[in-house]
């Protein structure tokens, strides 16, 4: 058999992993700069972008739960030995991402011998006949979806208690775990988000919502530039014979070696430079953060106008092809959305204020019971399902942006109304009203909340889906008709500002501004619906 994985193929596969790490790295370094201006904006003058809150809002964050959700010993298929080891497992809440840690023993919970992320996982204790035999009965298997890289979990549970025990806390977690670069730093996550956007533009692919460690976001990302510029024709070159498949599977862990390699050390080194270099740069911010904020805005001014006849043709071919049947299909959907969270809070927050009433229990006790149960009512998953259907109808307007990750985005939205909710009635009950004043006042703030929510939500998924679409077509161009304004950045500023995130800060603006449009002109009956829930509600 001709091996297809040649020295040449090998050479080409290191060298597309080396210039998807170099692309990722100078990117996350600039949107390291980009972002510490952002978070260090003040108030008023801090742009709006989709992982901001809308103005207005009068509910109060909700704190994050800090009680382990369930504990217990449970056993763990290795990853590479295929062998089973007793752990103490420890399902954590809010404050820890939700991870689930294992240990040694119980006794010795000072260093976990390790941890699970579940972030995009799904978790099922229906096993197929041949995972039962090697598990036994009582089993949880934990995947992230047929083409993810990540690692399949075995459990094997003592009893049955024990699956019914720990299967709520895991799909929990599966529902609720940020990826690690959203649950750490903001100013972290935000460049590594951006740089992880742009390596994933500049090599042609379509958008994806990374998940799990930084480590295993940036190994996707590598992987699927690699599998595309070079080891997909090897793949198809090996003979579906069985020494055809071994060379195949040798070739693929030949290829996540040389990844894991290249993104362990450059992650590192990409990540440690910048915390050294934060307290400068944080420093120069300051001192300049008037002027950077000046020349922004007088630029940004600029960019429009130099790019306006590529963008708006552009964009009104956006807004028909993608925009206009986008909020047609998920507007009423997404308001649904709202209102079934809506119609959830008062049945948790009648059963606080009974209970505060008669004494029944303390308060933050009551509330986070209410926290607890909001995630039990099935009416917000019965929304989702509609929204899902409507999107999953709509073909290639979607582009390459999965319809499953709109609704989970929209589905964050929701509970975090509800979350919100019994935050503000606990801390209206705190600060003197009586707890049937404080549901009145709260459910007034909460219908407030929805509607302003609402169009944010609609606004930052279009945002994502329309993005890609609308930079395939005006980006090259833009980049062209806007290099002249490189030499408009004033010298003090010019280490804060780069030409290349002011077009992308600009060209955010247009297509927000579009969405906005569009979203204003068709959404004045939904929006009417929500406030309309208050009276009814009372």
């Known amino acids: 058999m001709e091996n297809p994985f040649t020295d040449e193929k090998k050479e080409a596969m290191q060298e597309a992993i080396q210039s998807t790490v170099q692309s990722f790295v100078l990117s996350y370094t600039q949107s390291f700069g980009a972002a510490l201006v952002e978070s260090l904006r003040e ?167 990374p998940g799990g460690s930084e480590g295993e976001c940036l190994g996707g990302l590598i992987t699927e530039v690699v599998t595309t510029e070079v080891m997909g024709e090897v793949f198809e070159g090996f003979p579906d014979t069985m020494q055809g498949r071994v060379a195949k599977t040798g070739a693929s862990k030949a290829m996540d070696v040389a990844i894991t390699a290249a993104v362990g050390a450059a992650w590192a080194a990409a990540k440690g430079a910048s915390a050294s270099a934060r307290p400068a740069i944080e420093s120069g911010i300051k001192a300049a953060l008037g002027p950077i904020v000046e020349a922004e805005q007088m630029l940004f001014g600029k960019i429009g106008e130099a790019v306006s006849a590529v963008t708006d043709p552009a964009m009104e071919t956006v807004k028909g092809k993608t925009i206009t049947p986008l909020v047609g299909k998920a507007l009423a959907p997404i308001a649904s959305g709202f209102l079934a969270a809506l119609r959830v809070w008062p049945t948790l927050a009648k059963k606080i204020v009974t209970q505060v009433n008669a004494n029944a229990g303390d308060l933050q006790s009551s509330c986070n019971e209410g926290y607890r149960d ?13 929204l899902l259907a409507a999107l999953e109808g709509m073909g290639d307007a979607l582009g390459d942006f999965p319809a499953s990750d709109i609704v989970l985005q929209a589905k964050d939205s929701f509970f975090h109304l509800l979350s919100r909710g019994i935050a503000t009635l606990q801390a209206n009950i705190q600060t003197g009203s009586t707890p049937d004043e404080a549901y009145t006042l709260t459910l007034g703030h909460a219908v407030n909340d929805a509607g302003l929510m609402f169009a944010d939500v609609i606004t930052a998924i279009l945002s994502g889906v329309v993005m890609p679409s609308f930079n395939a077509i005006v980006k090259e161009p833009v980049v062209e008709a806007a290099a002249p304004i490189d030499d408009l950045i004033p010298e003090p500023v010019k280490a804060f500002l780069s030409l290349g995130a002011l077009i992308e800060g600009c060209l955010d603006s247009i297509v927000e501004t579009a969405i906005g449009s569009v979203i204003d002109e068709v959404s004045g009956p939904e929006l009417e619906k929500i406030k309309a829930l208050e009276a009814e509600l009372v």
């Open 43 to 209: 108030g008023g003058s801090k742009r709006r972008t989709s992982t901001t809150m809308p103005t207005g809002l009068r509910l109060v964050d909700a704190p994050d739960p800090t009680e382990v959700i369930c504990e217990g010993f449970l056993e763990k298929k290795g990853a590479i030995m295929k062998n089973w080891k007793k752990r103490w497992f420890v399902c954590s809440n809010k404050d820890k991402n939700f991870v689930i840690s294992y240990y040694a023993s119980q006794t010795n919970l000072k260093k976990a011998k390790g941890e699970i992320l579940l972030d995009g996982y799904s978790a099922t204790s229906d096993l197929t006949e041949d995972e039962t035999k090697d598990i036994g009965e009582f089993g949880i298997k934990m995947t992230c979806g047929p083409t993810s890289k990540r690692r399949v979990w075995y459990l094997r549970c003592p009893t049955k208690e024990d699956v019914d025990k720990f299967m709520p806390a895991i799909k929990n977690a599966c529902k609720k775990a940020k990826a690690a670069f959203k649950a750490g730093d903001p100013v972290e996550g935000a460049a590594f988000q951006s740089a992880y956007n742009s390596v994933r533009e500049e090599k042609g692919l379509g958008p994806k919502l």
């Open 374 to 386: 909001m995630w039990r009512d099935t009416k917000i998953d019965e929304a989702c399902a509609v």
